[in-house]
């Protein structure tokens, strides 16, 4: 939970891959995290704005005060962004569940990051509803990060 607890008081967000379907995951997630306060831009080549916010072109392109990274991306595309946040001084990277591989993660944990996967960012930020109760489950039957 320390990985967890240091990417959730970072301040500023981007997340990568939002989806300019508002019936998509990458979607509902970005408004529902932006309702509940976080601090949270979109990256998204293909979009101008999301749900009303900016939307940048790259990860590169992202002011210098976003401090933690939240991956919705396309597998195939995961690890580029992710070594692009990295150059970019992004040191926090927090992949959703299903933008990553096995070799993906193997990749990243070689680096100098706080990286955070097979989470669900829902669950933790200010989790409401069916979120709160996952998170419930997984306490219960200890599959919390240690």
Not at 13 to 29: L, Q, T
Not at 33 to 54: F, H, S, W, Y
Not at 85 to 107: N, R
Request: aromatic share 8%; hydrophobic share 40%.
């Amino acid at each position: 939970m320390k990985s967890v607890a240091r990417f959730l008081t970072l301040g500023k967000y981007a997340m990568a891959g939002v989806s300019r379907d508002p019936k998509k995951f990458g979607h509902v997630a970005f408004k529902e995290l932006r309702q509940k306060g976080m601090d949270l831009v979109p990256v998204n080549p293909a979009a101008e704005t999301i749900d009303g916010v900016k939307c940048f072109n790259s990860v590169s392109e992202l002011p210098s005060d976003v401090r933690g990274l939240i991956f919705m991306t396309p597998k195939e595309e995961t690890l580029s962004v992710a070594r692009e946040a990295i150059a970019h001084g992004i040191k926090d990277l927090w992949i959703q569940q299903g933008a990553e591989t096995k070799s993906i993660i193997a990749e990243l944990e070689k680096e100098d990051i706080n990286l955070i996967h097979h989470e669900c960012i829902m669950m933790f930020w200010k989790p409401s509803s069916i979120h709160s109760f996952h998170r419930f489950l997984k306490k219960i039957f200890g599959g919390l990060p240690a």
